[in-house]
């Protein structure tokens, strides 16, 4: 592995986490955001946590759990604890159902998604591929009996009782934010009907749980942010974290980046021969650290890197940027 600046001799009171998700192999997109998180982790002493958030069931992929540790590393990256495997404890999410369904605040929801959209009538579309993308619930689709009750039938879906209102915040990068999640998304689910968290309940619960103070992520998660922070105050948790969300890697049509804009793995591009410090040149160009891409190795990026000259927007993956990584010109 690539050197790296020198760990504090003691731990951290802030802590950041990589929380990639094995249902596919990680891709530029997933690597700048790493790279990012981990220099700015290094950079100011925070403690990193790698987290496998692995919960998609029926997404996720054999071997892609080793895969994602394994191309962290040829990166050279690396973090304080971890690996911790998402799945491996649920009990901790199951006690926050339990407080949020004894404060009348979840209750169980078996409409279907068909049935949400009928009455709703004005379906919420983000990014598909964003975790937790969802139709609007709408409030008059809420139970009449909003009481306490036993979290006592795991295997439906739960929806949190979203308040009205704007939640606002400040972001590190995308500056001051409101949202307000009951026009976006009403009654948002916490709980799955295949007996597991859902992804906004389940970032919640392992952030505290582990520490996290400083969640730095993508920007398609920024609709995230605001229904995260309502969780932490229904469930009292403290110190809610300080966001930190990146601009995304898109393909020439301005979507996020995914196999419809070819082979952008990580996997794809070691096994074509591409050193590890290509990529990160082409990562660092993408930062404004560097006016044309170069080799780099991950000390000399974490030493370069400044989030306030990072651009502020999206960065388009071209085929000149797969180029000079396949050949170096």
Request: charged share 20%; aromatic share 6%; hydrophobic share 40%.
């Amino acid at each position: 592995m690539a050197e790296h600046p020198e760990k504090p001799a003691h731990g951290p009171r802030e802590a950041t986490r990589l929380a990639p998700s094995p249902t596919g192999a990680l891709h530029l997109g997933n690597a700048r955001t790493f790279l990012v998180t981990w220099a700015i982790a290094r950079q100011r002493s925070w403690r990193i946590i790698l987290r496998i958030e692995d919960l998609d069931g029926p997404r996720v992929k054999p071997g892609a759990i080793e895969s994602c540790i394994d191309t962290l590393r040829w990166l050279g990256l690396d973090w304080d604890e971890g690996p911790t495997i998402q799945s491996h404890d649920l009990a901790p999410h199951a006690d926050a159902m339990h407080t949020l369904a004894s404060r009348a605040l979840a209750y169980p929801c078996e409409l279907t998604r068909t049935q949400i959209d009928e009455a709703a009538n004005a379906p919420h579309a983000p990014d598909p591929g964003s975790p937790g993308a969802e139709s609007r619930f709408p409030p008059e689709l809420r139970p009449t009996d909003l009481a306490p009750r036993a979290f006592d039938n795991p295997d439906t879906n739960w929806r949190f009782l979203v308040p009205p209102g704007e939640v606002t915040f400040h972001d590190a990068f995308a500056g001051p934010v409101a949202q307000s999640p009951g026009a976006t998304v009403g009654d948002f689910v916490v709980w799955t009907k295949r007996a597991q968290p859902a992804y906004q309940l389940a970032v919640v619960v392992d952030d505290h749980r582990q520490g996290v103070t400083q969640v730095v992520r993508g920007d398609d998660l920024l609709d995230s942010a605001a229904r995260q922070l309502l969780l932490y105050r229904a469930l009292g948790l403290a110190p809610e974290p300080t966001h930190t969300h990146l601009p995304l890697v898109v393909g020439p049509d301005g979507r996020r980046l995914a196999k419809r804009h070819g082979d952008t793995r990580l996997t794809a591009y070691r096994q074509a021969g591409v050193p590890a410090e290509r990529v990160l040149g082409l990562l660092a160009h993408w930062c404004a650290l560097l006016p044309a891409p170069e080799p780099i190795t991950p000390a000399g990026f974490c030493s370069a890197f400044k989030l306030a000259s990072m651009p502020p927007e999206r960065v388009t993956f071209t085929e000149e940027d797969d180029r000079w990584l396949r050949t170096g010109s």
